[in-house]
């Protein structure tokens, strides 16, 4: 698969980074709240955010290339992991006005030749159905991204209809069949994993629409919650999860949503949008963030269940794969009659192998 914006790092700090932009914009206006003028000096990232903040309550498409190009002065997209929220944001706007959206690309194409990777990534996710149309417009009015272009016109760069909303994780036989080579070259997906820049990115798309798809995104997350088996995959099972409850807290439209929502849900998926819900109707936000972060801190501790699962076998004297049975699943010659119940030396070296 091709990850978004996977990357390895501080995933306790991860977890809860997208928290620290929320927390600059969550504070969600409400329908009919005052919405400074597009043509206001939006000269300082506080009064920008306020901006996209009161955009919601009623919408003015026509100051976003003002918000944009203010934003590309403060240096805003220098990083590219932490302006989700503004991708998300313009994808928004664009996507909901789609006869306005070559003119308001147009009007932000002034900025940095360096920042106008934002413009073509939230061309891609806006979900307009012309936006391969706009981007081969303006293609040749952003040159030193041409290349980014031809991947999303190429379909080698996913949109956010091609989400995986499960963290890829390769088990014992993909392990084996890679290391041996076995299978050939096989195509892979092109999807976004999991990860808490998209929540950004979602996010950024609802402050920009209200609208029930971001959202319906994000719930779709949450039993990665869950997972026992990836601190990528719980972290951002944890950060939808919070964020859920903690703008539910505020935005009452947001909280009738989820409810709404909740109701055809999967199993998986309603229970832990109920204990959204539920935290939200009862504030009860920071239990639910200790509660994230320690069991983020005891999967790092501990390593993923399933390995855990393996060493129990291991403990208690149970049976275990050796090698040459595993090569043998992978490459379908079972029947061979390799003997695959062994223990010691043997399960202790495939164990560490499995682990890596």
Known sequence: M????????DWRHSAFRVLAVLALVSGFAAPGAAVPRPNAALNSTDAMLRWINAYRGKPAPDG????????????????AETCGAYIGF????LGANPDRAETLVGRMLSI?????????????YSGLPNWKVLLVKFADRMPTRRAMIDKYLGGKLPTLDQIAYQISKPGMLDKIKETLKIGGDRKKDVEIEPNPELIDVLWGYYLATGAYQPIGRIIKLLPLANDRDSVEGLTT????????????VRDLHLLAMLKRAVKSQPEDVAKVLNDVIDTAESVDTVRMRKESLAAIEELKQKGPNSKRDLSGLGQIGQGALSMGCVVAAATGQ???????VIGGAAYSAGLQYISH
């Open 2 to 9: 091709v990850a978004g914006h996977s990357r390895a790092g």
């Open 64 to 79: 976003l290339p003002l918000l944009v190009r203010g934003l590309s002065d403060l240096q805003a997209f220098k990083d």
């Open 90 to 93: 313009i994808a928004g706007v």
């Open 112 to 124: 940095a030749p360096a920042d106008q990777w934002v413009l073509v990534r939230a061309i891609a």
């Open 237 to 248: 099972g944890s950060a939808a999860k919070f964020t859920l409850a903690s703008n539910a």
């Open 334 to 340: 079972l029947e061979l009659g390799i003997p695959c």
